[in-house]
């Protein structure tokens, strides 16, 4: 892995670990089939939550290794969308002018669209990222 990739942090991984219960880290770290199910079990009934404690580093590992670095920053962006999301921060951040505006006027597209940014959004970086390295 080379140095500079490091995309993701354990700090926030630990932060988004306390609303875990909700997914919210396991989102960040790239499974949102399993922060869905976090989502709606809360966190398998506190269980699975309490266990991922110690299961952060490994996740931070892994989406290092699974995620690629660039100018946007996985961790400004997620705490973005985290936090503001229904204002469309996140997406005025990436660039996403129209997008942003329609997630200001809408609440986050009536939460539809941060649920599927909440599922794509480490890919939607990735992405933006390559194609910065091509220009």
């Not at 490994?58 to 705490?79: C, I, K, Q, S």
């Not at 997630?103 to 794509?120: A, K, P, R, S």
Request: proline share 4%; glycine share 12%.
């Amino acid at each position: 892995m080379p140095p500079n990739n490091d995309t993701h942090s354990k700090v926030i991984g630990y932060a988004l670990w306390v609303l875990g219960f909700l997914g919210a880290h396991r989102f960040y770290y790239g499974k949102p089939v399993t922060g869905t199910l976090w989502f709606f079990t809360l966190g398998l009934l506190f269980v699975g939550w309490i266990i991922d404690f110690f299961l952060i580093p490994a996740m931070d590992r892994e989406a290092d290794l699974r995620f690629m670095a660039g100018p946007l920053d996985y961790n400004v962006t997620w705490l973005l969308l985290t936090f503001l999301g229904i204002f469309g921060v996140h997406r005025f951040y990436q660039g996403k002018w129209f997008t942003g505006l329609l997630y200001l006027c809408t609440g986050g597209l009536f939460f539809v669209g941060i649920l599927y940014d909440f599922w794509t959004l480490n890919d939607q970086i990735t992405l933006q990222n390559a194609q910065q390295r091509t220009h």
